[in-house]
């Protein structure tokens, strides 16, 4: 679990990357709630959902019950595996390893994001009515490419986040990695000696 | 007199587990702040000298046997805010090492000389007129000599690069195989997570064992917050000790000595001057940085490739390396599972599964250009700030890099190629390549950027008026304050820095030894 908490994938860098800019987080995403707001007459946060009571496992550290299910959903619609030779999605712990990728993060910016999630959940209800977690598959992944492909920067930019924390979630994951022939780590496995310091120059 | 010799394997470092007492006094007749390129040289070309050096280096000491293959896992054991060093407006990653060995430990080996024509300019706009290509060929071929840089063998070059080398041979177009600083490379493919078996001959395995053997002394875990100086002349520098694992400060450091080496790399070697309060009456410290932002464009193939196995980088095609013929080059460059899960976005769902299920079948091409040096690292509040957007005298040469890839791709015999935007983007064939790329709208957040090459923020020059350091390192307002980074570049340098960066600082070490 641990070695699985101190598992921050590269592509998990650059997903945060947008984040980082504190002021698109100040500005940029409440600009996009505030219009999601003045559209929908009123910004119905956290509309209780049936995925809400469903257990949430222990040992999360930064994700709460309502981004856990957040995930489970993009985790159910981003990774698909039916009909292919790739490992279930439902085999690998992918919300643990989100959670234990936010660890990389300035404690500032990980509250941030968070709060950025919520706002992606929520602002489905603008459109649709329904919090996103509620969405039936084909409106999910239209939602997601929404946000991925929006020409409003802020929200380009935290698509872009919580689509790559999921793909990371589930690719980071060795188990993951025989199905597509990647080796992963070698040298020990090999048996590859040390060549150790290069002697000192004659 | 006792024969000198290095350790054969890891390195004496004191660490902050190593201190039990709450302030440390040290003296020296050098103090060097980071223990990577720069800095190493440099430690150990002066203890060489016979001279008594102090590294200081902010990160930890990671030995390789600690070195896990796993990339997510090795980003935040060795990098720069565990990998998530980006530029203010977020759209480009910033990579560094941040340990014993700095961004030695974590690049991919390849190791160009500095390009004459970059020489040239540097003389001609920035009176640099000791830095001929003959004054540096011996410094040149010394690191290449200690570091055993050498042309890929056949061997040394994976599928990945082997194809793209046959579309290079199709068009008609300049490759080359890659010059890399490794001996009897393993093959594994995990040069950016640190090489476990020590093949790359990175500082960690050359300069800091033999600075050690000459009495150099390197401290871990230690970060300079302050450089000293009176009367216009360093005295030596104020440090912290951290405890890695939990971030509480262990003792205060002084260390007093008659020179300081500020090599931190082009990020930090400008903070620290701007907190000290130093060498910035140019008001340039910080300013002129530039970092080759590159892109991963990715081709999908009938054959497997998998493109990480065999050594990372094989060839480049320099055909457009020249500032007159498009200044960019391309590198094939091989990766593993989780990066290519983040170069590019093939669709969402059964689409990127899709992509992700031929990963056998991908291959790689880095794009690097020479861009302007336009952005600025400064200080906002008590954070560090990464002010860089990529020019818009850069799209030009951004958009002709990613266009050329695509086609060397097809040329290679890629079936489809994606393009590394933040939008859905796939050329599904050679006739709509043009279109797609030109369809690219460049801006905040359209790229997957990444840098690896932070340079150029404290820049040399024979004017003291318009740059930080004189032709040969020491910084023009505070005599015996040199700099060995990246920093020093008056302009990008298009190609991988680390043997420039090598060769400054030999040549550097040289000019403080005989002066």
Same mark, same amino acid.
């Given at each position: 679990m641990t070695q699985n908490k101190n598992k921050a994938a590269s592509d998990v860098s650059a997903a945060l990357a947008p984040l980082s800019r504190r002021s698109v987080l100040k500005t940029g995403l409440w600009a996009v709630a505030g219009v999601s707001a003045l559209a929908a007459g009123g910004f119905a946060l956290l509309r209780p959902s049936p995925r809400d009571s469903l257990p949430v496992p222990a040992g999360l550290v930064h994700l709460e019950a309502q981004h856990y299910h957040l995930f489970s959903r993009l985790t159910e619609i981003l990774l698909p595996t039916d009909g292919t030779a790739l490992l279930p999605a439902a085999q690998v712990p992918v919300v643990n390893h989100i959670d234990g990728l936010l660890d990389a993060l300035d404690p500032a910016i990980r509250q941030q994001l968070l709060t950025g999630l919520a706002l992606f959940d929520n602002a489905a209800v603008v459109t649709h009515f329904k919090r996103f977690v509620d969405l039936p598959d084909a409106d999910a992944l239209a939602y997601v490419g929404d946000w991925v492909n929006s020409g409003v920067m802020p929200k380009r930019a935290l698509g872009f986040v919580v689509t790559k924390l999921t793909h990371t979630g589930y690719w980071m994951d060795s188990q993951t990695w025989p199905m597509v022939e990647f080796d992963g780590p070698v040298s020990r496995r090999w048996g590859i000696p040390s060549r150790g310091n290069q002697p000192l120059p004659g | 007199m006792a024969e000198i010799i290095a350790a054969s394997h890891g390195l004496v470092v004191t660490q902050a587990k190593d201190i039990s007492q709450s302030s440390l006094a040290l003296e020296a007749d050098v103090v060097v702040i980071g223990s990577g390129a720069g800095g190493a040289v440099a430690a150990y070309e002066l203890a060489k000298a016979g001279k008594s050096v102090i590294v200081l280096e902010a990160g930890p000491y990671v030995p390789s046997s600690e070195f896990t293959e796993d990339f997510s896992q090795a980003i935040v054991q060795l990098y720069e805010d565990k990998g998530t060093q980006t530029n203010a407006d977020g759209d480009l990653m910033v990579l560094q090492g941040r340990c014993v060995g700095g961004s030695t430990v974590v690049n991919g080996c390849v190791a160009f000389r500095t390009p004459d024509y970059i020489l040239d300019d540097w003389q001609k706009?920035? $009176? @640099? &007129?000791? @830095?001929t290509v003959d004054a540096l060929e011996p410094y040149f071929a010394r690191v290449e000599a200690n570091l055993g840089i050498h042309v890929n063998p056949e061997h040394e070059i994976n599928r990945n690069s082997a194809v793209l080398r046959e579309g290079a041979k199709k068009l008609g177009i300049s490759w080359k195989p890659f010059q890399r600083n490794?001996?009897?490379?393993? @093959? &594994? $493919?995990h040069c950016l997570s640190g090489c476990a078996t020590d093949r790359k001959q990175s500082m960690l395995v050359t300069y800091l064992p033999w600075a050690t053997a000459h009495g150099a002394r390197i401290y871990a875990d230690t970060k300079v917050t302050q450089i000293l100086a009176e009367n216009g002349k360093a005295t030596g520098v104020l440090a912290e000790v951290t405890d890695p694992k939990t971030g509480v400060k262990k003792a205060d450091v002084s260390v007093k000595a008659k020179l300081v080496v500020l090599a931190a790399g082009a990020v930090q070697t400008p903070l620290l001057l701007q907190k000290s309060k130093l060498a910035n009456s140019s008001g340039q410290v910080g300013k002129n940085f530039a970092c080759h932002p590159s892109t991963f464009v990715v081709g999908q193939y009938e054959e497997d490739i998998h493109p990480w196995r065999g050594a990372m980088l094989g060839i480049y095609v320099d055909e457009w390396a020249h500032p007159s013929k498009g200044g960019y080059i391309l590198e094939g460059g091989g990766a593993g599972a989780v990066e290519l899960s983040a170069v590019t976005q093939p669709g969402l769902g059964e689409d990127f599964m899709d992509y992700m299920a031929n990963l056998k079948k991908l291959a790689g091409i880095v794009t690097l250009i020479h861009d302007h040096n336009v952005g600025e690292i400064s200080w906002d509040d008590d954070k560090k700030k990464i002010d860089y957007r990529v020019a818009e005298a850069d799209y030009p040469a951004m958009k002709a890099a990613i266009a050329s890839a695509v086609k060397l791709h097809f040329a290679s015999g890629a079936k489809k190629v994606y393009l590394p935007t933040v939008v859905h983007a796939v050329v599904e064939n050679p006739a709509e390549a043009d279109a797609k790329v030109a369809a690219i709208e460049l801006g905040l957040q359209s790229l997957r950027m990444v840098s690896y090459h932070p340079q150029g923020t404290c820049r040399m020059g024979s004017d003291a008026a318009t740059s930080v350091c004189t032709p040969y390192g020491e910084t023009h307002d505070v005599k015996n304050l040199f700099i060995t980074d990246a920093s020093l570049f008056p302009t990008s340098i298009i190609v991988n820095p680390q043997v420039t960066v090598y060769t400054l600082a030999s040549y550097i070490a040289d000019y403080i030894v005989q002066n």
């Open positions: - | 706009q920035y $009176g @640099l &007129t000791n @830095l490794i001996r009897e490379c393993a @093959l &594994t $493919g």
